[in-house]
């Protein structure tokens, strides 16, 4: 079970709007910065959301990351049926080690 | 472009090591301010760190795998290795390597990530 906590699954229509919730503590989420990480089917993660807001060169603004004090969220605009993917947060505990979230699938509709 | 690429073997059996290499090509494994990465994925899909090196060989352990995991770096070659000793079915995994960012002591990210290998322990 993974100290990060994520629902296993959102959905939503395409166009519309989701936002997949990641949870932890002030060990990990509340003293570090939170990425996000996508991932498609049978490909290996990427990176697209760093340091709680900021978007790597070539990921659209329609994914945006934000956190409040143990708490981070990511939201995706207008869906697209291409953004089906498992989706992962990722921070740091007190000793410095990864941690990632359980996974979010996200189903579009 | 910065690309990684896992390979070793597929198939390792109870109790025996776990050995991959990662190739590293775009950029130095030498080179600051980043760190090289192992993460696994399980069936059940978590992700979970097995540990860093760092440019100068510096290395640090998820506490749950210390005791069994070692990494190590080729820099001649531009390549780190993970060695995972005594390994049970538990251990079957997709197993990715990723260059990590730590800036101000501080980790930031991983990217890229190679493909990932899959490796299944078993008889």
């Known amino acids: 079970q993974s100290v990060l906590t994520q629902p296993p699954s959102v959905s939503a229509a395409p166009g519309q709007k989701v936002t997949i919730s990641c949870s932890g503590s002030?060990?990990?989420?509340?003293?570090?910065?939170v990425c996000w990480y996508q991932q498609l089917p049978g490909t290996a993660p990427k990176l697209l959301i760093y340091e709680n807001n900021r978007r790597p060169s070539g990921i659209p603004d329609r994914f945006s990351g934000s956190k409040s004090g143990t708490s981070a969220t990511l939201d995706i605009t207008g869906l697209q049926t291409g953004d089906e993917a498992d989706y992962y947060c990722?921070?740091?505990?007190?000793?410095?080690?990864?941690?990632f979230g359980g996974g979010t699938k996200l189903t579009v509709l | 472009q910065v690309q990684l690429q896992e390979s070793g073997p597929g198939l390792v059996k109870p109790s025996q090591t776990l050995s991959l290499t990662c190739t590293v090509s775009?950029?130095?494994?030498?080179?600051?301010?980043?760190?090289w990465s192992w993460i696994r994925q399980s069936a059940g899909k978590a992700l979970e760190w097995i540990g860093r090196?760092?440019?100068?060989?510096?290395?640090n352990y998820s506490p749950s795998l210390k005791s069994r995991v070692t990494i190590s770096a080729d820099t001649s070659k531009n390549q780190f290795s993970l060695k995972l000793t005594s390994v049970t079915a538990s251990d079957t995994a997709v197993y990715y390597c990723a260059r990590l960012l730590i800036l101000s002591a501080y980790p930031r990210f991983f990217d890229p990530w190679g493909q990932g290998t899959l490796v299944t322990v078993s008889s």
């Open positions: 090196i760092s440019s100068d060989g510096r290395t």
């Open positions: 775009g950029d130095s494994i030498s080179s600051d301010p980043y760190y």
């Open positions: 002030s060990s990990n989420i509340g003293s570090n910065y």
């Open positions: 990722g921070t740091w505990d007190t000793r410095l080690s990864a941690l």
